[in-house]
């Protein structure tokens, strides 16, 4: 399986880098589907999603320069013939999956039946993940970021790779995503945790996990 887990989507070279040496081939020679439904659980999810769409927000991973982008809106999934969209979803080299709620995001992954076959998919086709769209793929979030609440209850996420991460460290806007406040949460981690900042990615290929940062990052093992 091939990821890159983004703090803050493509934010800078060495991740675009590591982007096209996922896909094997330039962007503008790629297909991608936008995947936004994690901002669904925001207040003004849907004025974002938009925005992002349009390319209008400097992180949205739209603005790349794709052959071609279609948006695959999980919650619509499960009334749909399957027939209707695995064919576009087998086809699509880069799945952009944006932040917002991981829970949120995590629960549709699954009754959409996307969860189930990214295993397969992903032998091909890259996960790009932002936020809460890198958060999903962990085992777990820690309790802290439990916000939207699945009726199963827990904070347990898909668990496609053995680590769990913390976004936007030391984001000045977030006052709460301090390096004190993120070694705290993961040592309540049953996993490694890395704490990342928006100039971080984590690119995992068939198991074997590299950092991309032109910023800053830290490994935590709880005690």
Not at 105 to 110: A, D, G, I, T, V
Not at 133 to 158: C, H, N, Q
Not at 160 to 186: G, I, R, T
Request: glycine share 8%.
């Amino acid at each position: 399986m091939k990821f890159l887990l983004t703090s803050a989507g493509i934010s800078n070279d060495s991740i675009c880098t590591s982007l096209v040496d996922l896909l094997g081939k330039p962007i503008a020679e790629s297909s991608a589907l936008y995947i936004p439904t994690a901002l669904h659980a925001n207040s003004n999810g849907p004025a974002m999603i938009t925005r992002l769409i349009r390319g209008e927000i400097n992180n949205s991973m739209c603005k790349l320069e794709w052959k071609s982008l279609g948006v695959l809106e999980l919650t619509a999934l499960p009334s749909l013939d399957k027939e209707q969209w695995l064919p576009r979803v087998q086809k699509t080299d880069a799945l952009l999956v944006e932040g917002g709620d991981p829970l949120y995001l995590s629960y549709w992954m699954q009754q959409s039946g996307l969860a189930d076959l990214l295993p397969e998919l992903l032998r091909e086709t890259v996960y790009v993940g932002l936020s809460a769209g890198s958060m999903v793929m962990a085992p777990s979030i820690g309790e802290d970021f439990v916000r939207w609440k699945p009726p199963t209850g827990g904070d347990r996420t898909l668990g496609l790779v053995d680590f769990a991460m913390f976004p936007h460290l030391d984001n000045p806007s977030m006052p709460d995503n301090s390096l004190a406040d993120a070694e705290k949460w993961a040592a309540n981690m049953p996993v490694p945790a890395y704490l990342i900042d928006d100039q971080t990615a984590i690119q995992v290929v068939d198991g074997v996990i590299k950092v991309i940062s032109e910023g800053h990052w830290k490994r935590v093992v709880a005690q």
